[in-house]
């Protein structure tokens, strides 16, 4: 049952109307009264709500997918520094091109302000142009971390060329017609 904000309508009990009508569950404008303990300027339509779930399904997926790569980007962050001090375009240009996609604008410099926090990193300012340009070098600590995690990449080359496989077969029995996949 629809709960409203306001005080229930009284009902005139000499007319034959049922004791809810439309007019009764509905607010001002026709629109349909917001839940209880909300404010109705903070309840969107019901188009804005179907549309509001669909865009927030997208960004959990892209949000999932930056979750997964966020160790392997750090571990490519650390990487790219042992050669040389770089600034946050520049990694993520490269980074981006061993993906094979573009990482969200504001993404590799969260990722920096870990490393820097955690004592990963070092950063120095520069000026080029008028603009502050910061640069990143690896610390001990950060190659210390980078060559610690060596087992932990060997692992984790495993469990992906495992699912990329288990995929390859979930594709190839779908276009045969049979879904289930067969195990070892």
Known sequence: MFRGLGKPRSVNPSSNA???TCADIRGRGGK???REGRPP????????????????????????????LRGIVSLLILRYLV???ECGYGLRRRISEVLGEPLP?????VML???RQRGLLEAREDRRNGRRIVY???????????????????AGRRAIDELIKFV????????RGDLRVKTA
């Open 105 to 109: 604008p504001g993404y590799i410099y």
């Open 32 to 34: 349909l009264r917001p």
């Open 168 to 175: 390859d077969d979930v594709l190839s029995e779908g276009a």
């Open 136 to 154: 990143y070098r690896i610390t001990e600590r950060g190659r210390e971390f980078l060559m610690g995690h060596r087992s932990a990449i060997e």
């Open 83 to 85: 050669e040389r001090e």
């Open 41 to 68: 300027w903070r309840t969107p339509s019901i188009a804005r709500q179907s549309k509001l779930r669909s865009s927030s399904q997208s960004h959990l997926l892209k949000g999932r997918k930056y979750r997964l």
């Open 113 to 115: 302000k870990s490393l």
């Open 18 to 20: 049922s004791a809810t």
